[in-house]
């Protein structure tokens, strides 16, 4: 039977080679092993106001977050079809299953066939004043807490956006800083490239009138922490 919700304790501790069973994660020890790859979902609550920049804000919370978990499910395939050494974490708030639809139940269900393992994380980290557009641009930061909380603090942690998919996770991981750095990919736009309705050149002025002593933006977003 399905299980209809996802206990905040089912997780247990994240530990080492706990999550996938990979033969090349089980093998070695925490201070060597492949990263942790984490995905972050925070699920709409009925009736809460949200705006995304994308047709998928156009549903209902639950089918939201199914569409979501589409994502999910290709970052997670992106990295199994290519038999990537990894543990991969799925954090969110969803505790209860019924909430995504029988459609988004499924793409769980799938989710978790692939080996990711699904931990539980509140949003606590809510913008002080309370705003509609990426209503959930800060629950990164519960994730974070979340793993930090569960894995050995010499585990690599990668967070990423759902809707990304890895090309060379060799390459990356082999790029990755050591502890206690902390490294990012940048996405570089255009000085006249509109992101979330503002430009790199508004930014800067914005930054300017605040008294920075270099407005310049050389960079805006990311997808990878």
């Known amino acids: 039977m399905e299980p209809e919700g996802i206990d905040p304790q089912r997780a247990g501790t994240v530990a080492h080679g706990a999550l996938t069973g990979h033969p090349a994660v089980a093998e070695t020890s925490a201070a060597t092993a492949p990263p942790v790859i984490v995905q972050y979902l925070y699920v709409h609550a009925p009736g809460e106001q949200f705006d995304y920049p994308s047709s998928r804000s156009e549903h209902e ?11 999910v499910l290709v970052q997670a395939a992106s990295l199994r079809l290519r038999d990537v050494a990894c543990d991969l974490v799925l954090a969110t708030n969803l505790t209860d299953r019924r909430a995504v639809g029988p459609r988004g139940m499924r793409l769980l269900a799938e989710i978790e066939a692939l080996g ?4 539980f ?17 800060r629950y990164v930061f519960d994730a974070i807490r979340a793993l930090a909380e569960r894995v050995p603090a010499d585990r690599r942690l990668l967070f990423l ?9 060799p390459k990356l991981f082999a790029a990755l800083p050591p502890s206690p750095q902390i490294g990012c990919i940048h996405i570089l736009y255009p000085e006249d490239w509109a992101v979330a309705e503002r430009t790199p ?10 008294g920075a002593a270099d407005p310049s933006v050389r ?4 997808e990878l922490l």
């Open 116 to 119: 990711v393992e699904i931990v």
């Open 61 to 71: 919370p639950g089918r939201l977050a199914a569409r979501y978990l589409e994502c």
């Open 219 to 222: 960079w805006v977003g990311g």
């Open 201 to 210: 050149i508004d930014l800067a002025a914005l930054a300017g009138e605040l």
């Open 161 to 169: 956006d759902v809707d990304c998919v890895w090309l060379d996770a």
């Open 121 to 137: 994380a509140e949003y606590l980290n809510r913008p002080e004043v309370e705003t509609v557009t990426f209503a959930s641009s």
